[in-house]
């Protein structure tokens, strides 16, 4: 079945339109769901799971019509085979009707651009092949160590308080100055460049201002990289044999810096709200059953950066998950819902520990390219930030945690913590949860804690290295002790 397509705005008429609370609230024309009126995205895509099964009609705003790809299956064949479906909206019927309006909400992310996730064939290899090349040159122990370094210093803004919200003060900050050391701007780094990317990307109404920052910081950029190359990602693009014009350097370095931020901080508000709220969860990283880097994997699964892709459309009329497709009908790749398709996780709750095999990154031959950089932001930020602070906890309850939604992504506004007040740390030292004094000079084993204070309620991060009790002062060698095998596999492993 393809999607009807209908007028712009339903009936027109409010007193035809149902009231909400009714059942037909959210129904446009022929009985098609609209997405973006949706309480609860999750639950209307098994809604319509049920009702049509992988592939679903749907409406987004003023009753465009779109097919959701809800099978695990059916989105993997979608993005994989590049002589069906492309992502080239300029075939999108109903644009090219006029259906879709220029001031239509989701206008920034349909315009076609001359960008390599809109491009296809030789043309996205050109532009792709550039891109990866650029990343290529990457040395991923140097970037880990960064990472660390970072998240001392945000860390260092507010361990001394005792409390912090981890999305406004480390998730939304840590992606974005690593993003800009390794594009080349480490010096543009800073908490206006963190507020104009937020402000972009929500679309307030200084977003035209925001992004004008933004994109001013990357022609400086572009610009300084022409005059004189140096090792970095500007700088790789610009002397790549694929020839980018300014403007192409330019508007890459934007998707990789926007890309790059939003899914990012996203994954590491998601990893971090579950260490807080799930006790197994929890429980199973302290005690060792779990790395972060498999935490971080299993929120991939579950609670994916981004839920859905806009958009893949049809170059020829096909057929997809029991659907007729024509040509020119556009198609959502259901990042979120195909992850939990019952026919790959008929138990959601069991582990997928050792399973990379969900769509978070997208597939084929658009398959997200930074990848790699953003589980190495996620992983060693996470594992940084809970060995400051071991003990630290959800300040608020659980469901008064609050969420941004869209048919995109879905973003936790804030994460209130309290810990223990902690001392700062130089920014170079590895990341501890010992407290770092200008007099240490040796090894400190477990958790050195005032007597007066007490003990945390929740496990440790990591666990305790030795079974001696941490709540007595340890006495301190002499020499810095000898570490074994395991230990320094550790410390190289983290990037130390
Ligand atoms: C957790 C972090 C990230 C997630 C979840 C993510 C997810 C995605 C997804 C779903 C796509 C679209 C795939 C498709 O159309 O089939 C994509 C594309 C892309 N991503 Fe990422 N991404 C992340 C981090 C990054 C980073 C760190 C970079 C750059 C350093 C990056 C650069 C790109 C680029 C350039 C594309 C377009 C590729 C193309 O069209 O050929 N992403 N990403």
């Known amino acids: 079945m393809t999607p009807e397509r209908h007028s712009l ?28 009126e949706a309480d609860d995205l999750e639950e209307l895509y098994e809604q319509l799971r049920e009702q049509h099964g992988p592939v679903a009609p749907a409406l987004l705003h ?4 779109m097919w959701v790809v809800l099978g695990h299956a ?5 993005v994989s085979t590049p002589a069906q479906f492309c992502r080239d909206s300029r075939i999108w019927t109903p644009l ?20 390599c996730s809109h491009a296809e064939g030789e043309e996205h290899k050109r532009l792709r092949g550039a891109v990866t090349s650029a990343m290529s040159g990457i040395d991923y122990r140097e970037l880990r160590r960064h990472i660390k370094r970072y998240t001392q210093r945000h860390v260092n803004r507010f361990c001394e308080e005792g409390r912090a919200d981890l999305v406004g003060q480390f998730a939304e900050h840590l992606p974005m100055g690593v993003m800009c050391h390794l594009l080349g701007m480490p010096d543009e780094y800073n908490d206006r460049m963190v507020e104009a990317a937020r402000d972009t990307l929500k679309g307030t109404e200084t977003a035209i201002a925001s992004h004008a920052y933004v994109m001013d910081a990357l022609d400086r950029l572009t610009t300084a990289r022409r005059a004189k190359p140096e090792d970095d990602i500007a700088g790789r693009l610009v002397t790549h044999a ?12 934007r998707v990789v810096l926007l890309a790059a931020y939003e899914a990012t901080v996203n994954l590491i508000s998601n990893v971090l709200r579950v260490v807080l709220t799930d006790p197994g969860f929890r429980a199973q990283l302290s005690g060792g059953q779990m ?22 459309f049809a170059k020829q009329e096909t057929e997809l998950g029991g659907q007729r497709i024509r040509a020119g009908d556009g198609l959502l790749l ?17 582990s997928m520990q050792g399973n990379r095999a969900h769509l978070a990154f997208g597939g084929g031959p658009h398959e997200c390219p930074g990848q790699d ?14 060995m400051r602070l071991p003990d630290v906890q959800l300040a608020c309850d659980e469901d008064e945690l609050r969420w941004r939604s869209s048919i995109a992504s879905r973003h936790l506004v804030e994460l209130p913590v309290r810990f223990e007040p902690k001392a700062q740390q130089d920014i170079r030292q590895q990341p501890s949860h010992a407290p770092a004094s200008a007099q240490r000079t040796a090894w400190h084993v477990g958790i050195p804690r005032p007597e007066s204070r007490p003990a945390p309620q929740v496990p440790p991060y990591p666990p305790e290295p030795v079974s001696v009790s941490a709540a007595q002062p340890q006495p301190v060698p002499e020499q810095p002790r000898p570490r074994g095998a395991w230990q320094r596999f550790l410390l190289w492993w983290r990037g130390y």
């Open 62 to 65: 003023d009753d465009v019509p």
């Open 9 to 36: 705005t339903g009936t027109g008429d409010p007193l035809l339109e149902p009231p909400p609370g009714c059942p037909a609230h959210g129904l446009g024309p022929g009985g098609l769901h609209r997405l973006h």
């Open 334 to 350: 259901g990042i979120a819902p195909g992850n939990v398709d019952p026919r790959i996780r008929p138990d959601l709750a069991a």
């Open 242 to 253: 694929a020839g980018l014009t300014d403007d192409e350097v330019r508007e890459h370095l």
């Open 74 to 78: 059916e989105n993997l064949h979608m």
């Open 291 to 312: 790395t972060v880097p498999e935490a971080v994997e299993q929120s991939l699964w579950d609670e994916p950066p981004f839920s859905t892709v806009f958009a893949y």
């Open 96 to 115: 090219n009707e006029g259906v879709v309006k220029p001031d239509h909400p989701l206008m920034p992310h349909i315009a076609w651009q001359p960008i």
């Open 373 to 386: 950089i953003g589980r190495a932001i996620a992983d060693a930020g996470i594992d940084a930030l809970l």
